[in-house]
């Protein structure tokens, strides 16, 4: 059975740094692409980047270029989230999802990782 | 920069009752691209349609897509009280390579 398990929920101040993680198993994870979604507080869906672990190719969308950084760790099945410094902005689910059945599309998705920004 | 528009933002049914929910593309879609999805509150999102018309393993028969280019929909032939959700669609492949609509909400009327 595929699952993406993620990190628990996180409480930040600004300024802080931060990575979650989102673990796969039940697949080959090295051979299929795993990407972030931001929701926001009764919003909706924002597609972030996403990473092939096999050999780390990351892409970005570009309105978080820059704001956050993805990686991997193929020996653990492990994809990360993380920034250098958290804004209250950045209050918000963050979902790991990966197209593993079909292509350009997110079959199987994370529980969730809501992370609070908040002095 | 594709952008995907959903309408309506809200739609207002009863059980049984069929729901068309539509996606706007500002610039071509391939068809092999276009999915949807279905969030319940404090859910994830759920794949229920790829390549704009075929059902996500599991997926009952009531949800069909259809369309091309930059016009798609989602239809849900009669409502179930679980169907009551969110809907969004999203693509891949245009700048940025993924891409989401703002959602549908289906609410009970």
């Known amino acids: 059975e595929v699952q993406l398990v993620q990190s628990g929920a996180e409480v930040k101040k600004p300024g802080e740094s931060l990575k979650i993680s989102c673990k796969g198993s039940g697949y080959s994870f090295t051979n299929y692409w795993i990407g972030w979604v931001r929701q926001m507080p009764g919003k909706g869906l924002e597609w972030m980047g996403i990473?092939?672990?096999?050999?780390?190719?990351?892409r970005y969308s570009p309105s978080f270029q820059g704001q956050v950084t993805i990686s991997a760790d193929k020996s653990i099945s492990t994809a990360y989230l993380q920034w250098s410094s958290l804004k209250a902005s950045d209050t918000a689910m963050y979902y790991c999802?990966?197209?593993?059945?079909?292509?350009?599309?997110?079959?199987?998705w994370g529980q969730g990782t809501l992370v609070t920004v908040s002095s | 920069e594709i952008v995907l528009t959903q309408s309506p933002g809200t739609l207002s049914l009863s059980p049984g009752e069929r729901a068309t929910l539509s996606c706007r593309a500002s610039q071509s879609v391939s068809s092999s691209y276009l999915a949807w999805y279905q969030q319940k509150p404090g859910l994830a999102p759920r794949l229920l349609i790829y390549?704009?018309?075929s059902r996500a393993t599991g997926i009952p028969d009531r949800f069909s897509g259809s369309g091309s280019g930059t016009d798609f929909t989602l239809t849900i032939s009669r409502l179930e009280p679980e169907d009551f959700a969110v809907y969004f669609c999203?693509?891949?492949?245009?700048?940025?390579?993924?891409?989401f609509g703002q959602g549908t909400k289906l609410e009970i009327k």
């Open positions: 999802a990966s197209h593993i059945a079909v292509a350009g599309t997110f079959d199987y």
């Open positions: 999203q693509q891949f492949g245009s700048s940025p390579l993924y891409t």
């Open positions: 990473i092939y672990p096999g050999d780390s190719d990351t």
């Open positions: 390549g704009s018309s």
